[in-house]
């Protein structure tokens, strides 16, 4: 019965906003509800975080009941030694993976390139598994192979596992800035004298850096978000910050976990903020070229 | 004229660290879990027990100092010894269980609690490596057990609907707005797509809890519709409470797939479409929608797959009743393995049948993952 109020609730507006978002550019109205139907989407996204921001604030102990305005969970935060040893695990994690597999995904894509036709498409295909396959499915076959290996669960175990699912991602961003590449200039470095090495340093490198950048952001990303994997591979001593949030869910999460995320979550706008005011420059160039 | 050089670095020689890797790390524990899937443990148990003499000897004779470097049973959890019995703590349940346990003075210890006596020693020498496979025998009985046993089959079921109801409202919901987003001028449009990549940034665990306490009982939209007249409702612990948040989570997931096939079409096709005499609305259908669908269909996969295997979302939004196929494997994997295994390769051979469906056969290996990048 639940189920049918829920359909309901969100199928009939969506189907009014279809027939109205998907209606010709010159009528005013369906620029409206285009401009609604963005916002109504934004709301459901943005709506959790704001709760979760507003939460962290909170001078109680619950996440959804309002007792009155304090700075008491960042105090908490700044005083929790678990906490901070699950980030810093989390961020020494994230970023020696997201780094290794950046550099091992690039040269090997480089060289996935130059490969023969039928290599490499068998070796595209082996690349998309962790992508294409359930994490909880590749956690747990990880698991596996660390008892059959006799590889210890810790570090090495969690960090080997995050190099594995991230590789992929670096190498299809990879990939098609390889494609776009204009492989006369590499030749023609050679022709003027330069070594293989020195060619592909300084002519391959620069080409494909919005690739390898893309792909390190993405591998740090996965690698920050991920649970599942982890869950599988960490073992009982060494715990991220999802692992950590996981057991809180269960005996209770405090306000001081939203605080933490707040932080990071400012941190991230900040980053985008900066990096955004750089931009224009990039643009006029792009345009030039 | 100089010759071209006639001997290069073969450049392909760059990706054979990467081929060595993807074997071990990529194929191999795919391989790993069919292979667990089709086996069982030989059980010792009977055989054994006659060569027990009496617990108490057996007891003093174990080395209890390794176990914590032991990577079968540090997975397990935690070990409490008081002199008399073993007792083994899971440490992802929090409830005592019996385990087969590995010991690193070369030696398996099969550990049951039964009445009375609580250690078994099997005795197998050299344990290391390998040998872990030795006793075990092939069999398709974990399969068996799944589809024989009516309760996998129903939360199994259960798992299927409640991925395929996320993913056709990720689709009703995410199109439209790839659609505007494509619209947009580039500027904006750059801008507001990263908003919507934003919110990954905050942990996907917090952002479901953070669902719970808008929909609990006590929760805000309750109190909002309390302080309206109208009635509590009761949201959670249900499938669609589930749903909403699966859809909440892989949104995303469908729009920057269908986003990025959108904007790459080429504006005159849409042009010469008009210019032949189509509507407005014969060029969505008949131009735009079909060159979308590979971004539809990397969306699909990219939103079914995890919303098969979540467990997560189903554990905080959807309770005990709501139990799904991932925290089921979970759940057996720490105490058998082998099912375990049984389960995930069904998982793996649907996801396969639904992506050859979804692909329509037409897999050249390199779209189906770049969708999203």
Redesign the interface.
């Known amino acids: 019965m639940?189920?049918i109020?829920?359909i309901a609730l969100?199928?009939i507006p969506?189907l009014i906003?279809?027939v109205l978002?998907?209606?010709?550019?010159k009528r005013k109205i369906t620029k409206v509800s285009?401009i609604i139907?963005?916002t109504a989407?934004?709301v459901?996204?943005?709506?959790?975080?704001f709760?979760?921001i507003v939460?962290s604030f909170n001078s109680g102990r619950s996440?959804?009941?309002w007792e009155g305005f304090s700075l008491k969970w960042y105090e908490e935060l700044i005083n929790d030694a678990r906490i901070q040893a699950a980030l810093l695990t989390t961020i020494i994690v994230a970023l020696s993976s997201a780094v290794i597999s950046t550099v091992?995904?690039t040269?090997?894509a480089?060289?996935?390139?130059?490969?023969?036709k039928m290599p490499k498409?068998i070796?595209?295909?082996?690349?998309?598994?962790?992508?294409?396959?359930?994490?909880?499915?590749?956690g747990?076959?990880?698991?596996?192979?660390?008892?059959?290996?006799?590889?210890?669960?810790g570090y090495a175990s969690l960090i080997?596992a995050h190099?594995?699912f991230n590789?992929?991602?670096v190498?299809?961003?990879v990939?098609?800035k390889l494609k776009q590449m204009d492989n006369n200039i590499y030749e023609a470095a050679?022709d003027l004298g330069a070594t293989?090495?020195k060619a592909l340093v300084n002519v391959i490198v620069p080409q494909i850096m919005p690739g390898i950048v893309?792909g390190f952001l993405?591998a740090l990303?996965m690698s920050?978000?991920d649970?599942?994997i982890s869950?599988?591979t960490s073992?009982?001593?060494v715990s991220t910050?999802?692992l950590e949030?996981?057991s809180m869910?269960k005996r209770g999460?405090t306000p001081e976990?939203?605080a933490l995320?707040t932080i990071?979550?400012v941190i991230?706008?900040a980053v985008?903020l900066i990096s955004n005011l750089k931009n224009p420059q990039a643009d006029k160039k792009k345009r030039r070229a | 004229m100089k010759p071209f050089p006639k001997f290069r670095l073969k450049r392909s020689v760059f990706a054979y660290p990467y081929v060595v890797f993807a074997i071990i790390f990529l194929v191999s524990p795919l391989v790993l879990v069919i292979f667990y899937s089709l086996t069982r443990e030989i059980d010792n148990y009977s055989v054994n027990k006659s060569s027990v003499n009496s617990p108490e000897v057996i007891i003093d004779n174990l080395d209890f100092i390794g176990y914590e470097e032991d990577p079968v049973l540090s997975q397990v959890g935690t070990y409490y010894y008081d002199g008399e019995t073993l007792t083994v703590i899971n440490y992802r349940e929090r409830h005592p269980e019996t385990y087969r346990i590995f010991f690193e003075n070369e030696k398996i210890s099969l550990i049951e609690e039964y009445e009375g006596d609580t250690l078994i020693d099997a005795d197998l020498k050299d344990v290391k490596f390998l040998n872990r496979l030795k006793g075990v025998y092939f069999t398709i009985d974990n399969f068996v057990k799944f589809f024989n046993t009516g309760d996998y089959m129903k939360v199994f079921l259960r798992s299927l609907y409640i991925a395929f109801m996320s993913t056709l409202f990720c689709l009703i919901i995410g199109f439209p707005t790839a659609y505007v987003l494509s619209k947009m001028k580039e500027r904006t449009r750059n801008i507001v797509s990263v908003m919507f990549l934003l919110p990954m940034w905050i942990n996907f665990l917090l952002r479901t809890y953070a669902w719970r306490t808008l929909i609990e009982k006590t929760g805000i939209i309750n109190t909002v519709l309390e302080s309206v007249g109208l009635p509590a409702q009761n949201l959670m612990y249900t499938q669609g409470a589930v749903i909403l948040v699966m859809v909440y989570d892989f949104l995303p997931f469908m729009i920057l797939p269908i986003y990025n096939t959108l904007i790459k079409i080429d504006r005159s096709v849409i042009e010469a479409s008009y210019d032949l005499g189509a509507n407005h609305y014969r060029t969505l259908f008949r131009v735009i929608f079909p060159l979308a669908l590979p971004g539809i269909s990397s969306g699909v996969t990219m939103t079914f797959v995890p919303a098969i295997t979540a467990f997560a979302i189903s554990k905080i939004m959807g309770g005990t009743q709501c139990a799904t196929i991932g925290e089921t494997i979970e759940r057996e994997f720490s105490t058998d393995m082998w099912f375990g295994s049984a389960m995930s390769v069904i998982i793996m051979v649907l996801m396969l049948a639904s992506m050859f469906l979804i692909a329509g056969g037409d897999n050249d290996g390199e779209n189906i993952g770049g969708g999203l990048l």
């Open positions: 639940t189920d109020i829920y969100i199928a969506v906003a279809l978002v998907f209606g010709s550019p285009r139907y963005l989407i934004f459901f996204t943005y709506l959790p975080i709760v979760l939460f996440t959804g009941v091992f995904g040269v090997s480089i060289g996935i390139f130059y490969m023969k498409n070796i595209m295909n082996i690349t998309n598994i962790p992508i294409l396959n359930a994490d909880i499915i590749t747990v076959s990880l698991l596996l192979l660390y008892n059959i290996l006799g590889i210890d669960l080997i190099i594995s590789i992929p991602y190498i299809l961003s990939m098609p050679l293989p090495t893309s993405l990303t920050m978000d649970f599942v869950l599988f073992g009982p001593v910050l999802s949030i996981y869910t999460i976990i939203n995320s990071i979550f991230v706008i985008l």
